[in-house]
């Protein structure tokens, strides 16, 4: 039976016996290293279960660890929408989707097919001096030092000079992007996170407005003249577009550089093989993403469907954990370790229709940082005396990762 903290009205179609609370919910924080402890342990636990503080930390959902159900629930759009993905709209009482990303068929193809072409191997690979360059400005800024806060001073700045290039937005607004992006996705005070919502939302769409009237060569230019349909897309659709690629696009190369870098920091053969072998960089940047997956995103049942035993009804929110999915000890060997010749397919950018639209710049960026920080800095290590506090909500996150050289 369900400990008296996790006593409430349980639905008569969920097993009492699989009432358990879920680790990885927002507001969740720890000083161990999650993938060590938090990650494993709830393998241990049954292959799906109800936690009432899964979803935003304060509503219940159901959890499946194995990697083959989630990658059903990630396939399935018969049987799960996508759309409540995040609270943002409805926390400052707005009714947008983010797109792609909260969108199902047949509509998720119309913005799916706008953003595709942009970001393709191609236009990727046009990218590479300019996101070079931004890596190389970040890293000389700390060189010369005898160590660094790698997330503070490396990993959250780096990704949004990127996107501020890709938006036609000043370097100069690096900070102030980097504020509203913690507040937004990772301070558990909701009224902060609709303050940041709309803070964000008026800044960009002031910038819309700019567009509408002098269009450059920039993706809010492109989303701003967009056509959907044969139709003009509206403000709201425009700005949909937007928050995904801000939220997504800074927040996922930032948290898995974290993270990458601690295991570096803390395995130096590992890091010394890289630095003796650097053509393994784009094999070991897919087993870190392995290893290291950080989002857990929603999917909310819309017809009755069963997996795995388990019976869902409509209404019903599942939490789909790429860290769980991407360490599952019965879809990989020894998950726990990292195998940089293991070339693994993962969950670390989702499956199916939903993957990760941006998936091939995130690469770019993770390689690029690996490449020049590698052949920049001497081996590095964490500091003696780190004290590391971890995120567990929506995106496994580090607040600081202190390295020593």
């Not at 400990?3 to 969920?14: F, R």
Request: proline share 9%.
């Amino acid at each position: 039976m369900p400990s008296p903290a996790l006593s409430l009205d349980i639905p008569s179609h969920v097993p009492p016996e699989l009432v358990m609370p879920f680790p990885l919910h927002l507001g969740a924080t720890t000083y161990d290293n999650p993938y060590d402890t938090v990650i494993p342990a709830i393998h241990n636990m049954p292959p799906a279960f109800w936690a009432p503080n899964a979803w935003s930390g304060m509503e219940p959902a159901w959890v499946f660890r194995r990697a083959e159900d989630l990658n059903t629930i990630f396939l399935d759009t018969e049987h799960f929408s996508s759309k409540d993905v995040a609270p943002f709209a409805a926390l400052i009482g707005e009714n947008w989707l983010m797109l792609p990303l909260e969108a199902d068929p047949p509509h998720h193809a119309n913005y799916r097919a706008l953003l595709t072409p942009l970001l393709t191997p191609k236009r990727v690979a046009m990218m590479n001096d300019r996101v070079r360059e931004h890596a190389r400005t970040y890293i000389n800024r700390f060189k010369d030092n005898n160590g660094c806060d790698f997330i503070r001073e490396f990993a959250a700045r780096f990704p949004i000079a990127v996107f501020l290039e890709l938006f036609g937005l000043p370097i100069d607004e690096v900070e102030q992007f980097l504020t509203w992006e913690d507040d937004l996705l990772h301070n558990p005070d909701l009224g902060v996170k609709a303050d940041s919502v709309r803070a964000v939302k008026n800044h960009l769409m002031s910038v819309v407005d700019e567009r509408r009237k002098n269009p450059r060569e920039d993706l809010i230019s492109l989303f701003t003249h967009a056509t959907i349909q044969d139709r003009p897309a509206t403000s709201d659709e425009i700005w949909g577009l937007c928050l995904t690629l801000y939220t997504g696009g800074l927040d996922t190369v930032t948290n898995s550089l974290g993270w990458h870098f601690r295991y570096l920091a803390t395995h130096p053969e590992q890091q010394q093989l890289l630095r003796n072998n650097p053509a393994m960089i784009p094999d070991a940047v897919e087993e870190l993403l392995r290893a290291f997956s950080i989002a857990t995103i929603t999917r909310t049942c819309i017809k009755p469907v069963t997996i795995s035993g388990i019976r869902l009804e409509p209404g019903d929110k599942v939490m789909v954990s790429t860290p769980l999915g991407s360490t599952d000890p019965e879809a990989y060997d020894k998950p726990n370790e990292v195998q940089f010749d293991r070339k693994p397919r993962h969950m670390a950018f989702g499956s199916g229709i939903h993957n990760c639209v941006g998936l091939r710049l995130a690469r770019r960026e993770l390689h690029i940082a690996l490449e020049e920080i590698l052949a920049t800095l001497p081996p590095f290590r964490l500091a003696p005396d780190a004290r590391i506090l971890s995120s567990l909500g929506g995106v496994i996150s580090q607040k600081n990762l202190p390295l020593v050289w």
